[in-house]
């Protein structure tokens, strides 16, 4: 059963914690990318891997960082730097451009 | 940088009502994607347009994108309750690579 799985669901942290959010896929896919959604806002962009060993910033990597040491994983870092962590994080991987997205996990930073 | 804008941001329409979403780019794309979010769910890929003027259906949906590719719509012909979410256009820039520009959403709600 293919898919991209991310975990946890729910998630919470006090203050000045770094928190690393898994995201896995048995999708054979070269790209993946991680998203932030805030509460009635669009998709932005934190970080993308095109392949294996690499990866870009996005348009808000700041206080985030990553790693893609593996095809089917890429872990999302949660620094003690990003001002306002709170969010719905999501994890997608692509093929031509179509993207794949996993269930996503809420932060919460108290 | 660039940007998508979509409206309408919210829009509630009675079961059987027509609904239309129109989305902007301050840039031309080189092609456009569509997805839908559900309530508390994940953004799911509906379609993608890529030719200059394309029109394209899906049972109820039907996407255009305009001549200049810098303004894209979605419209869905007699909504039903299962069309509730929020509707998400994605573009990429000529030369952005792999870099999809999400639009800011609309969420539209079907009252029976």
């Known amino acids: 059963d293919g898919g991209i799985t991310q975990s946890p669901k729910y998630l919470f942290r006090k203050e000045g914690q770094n928190v690393t959010l898994s995201c896995e896929q048995n999708l054979n896919h070269d790209a993946m990318y991680w998203y932030r959604q805030d509460p009635g806002q669009g998709l932005r962009l934190i970080y993308y891997?095109?392949?294996?060993?690499?990866?870009q910033k996005g348009d808000i990597a700041e206080g985030y960082s990553v790693s893609r040491e593996k095809k089917e994983s890429f872990p999302l870092t949660v620094t003690s730097a990003q001002k306002n962590p709170t969010a719905f994080y999501l994890c997608?991987?692509?093929?031509?451009?179509?993207?794949?997205f996993g269930p996503g996990t809420r932060l919460t930073v108290l | 940088g660039q940007q998508v804008m979509q409206i309408p941001q919210y829009q509630h329409v009675q079961e059987g009502e027509d609904f239309t979403t129109y989305c902007n780019s301050s840039t031309t794309l080189s092609n456009i994607q569509w997805y839908k979010q559900r309530p508390g769910g994940h953004p799911v890929f509906l379609i993608q347009l890529v030719k200059s003027g394309e029109v394209k259906k899906q049972k109820r949906l039907t996407f255009q994108f305009g001549e200049a590719k810098k303004n894209s719509s979605l419209h869905i012909t007699a909504t039903q309750t299962t069309d509730v979410g929020t509707y998400f256009c994605?573009?990429?820039?000529?030369?952005?690579?792999?870099?999809?520009?999400f639009g800011t959403g609309t969420q539209l709600k079907v009252e029976l």
């Open positions: 891997s095109q392949i294996v060993n690499d990866f």
């Open positions: 994605a573009g990429f820039r000529p030369g952005g690579g792999n870099k999809l520009t």
């Open positions: 997608a991987s692509s093929i031509r451009g179509e993207k794949f």
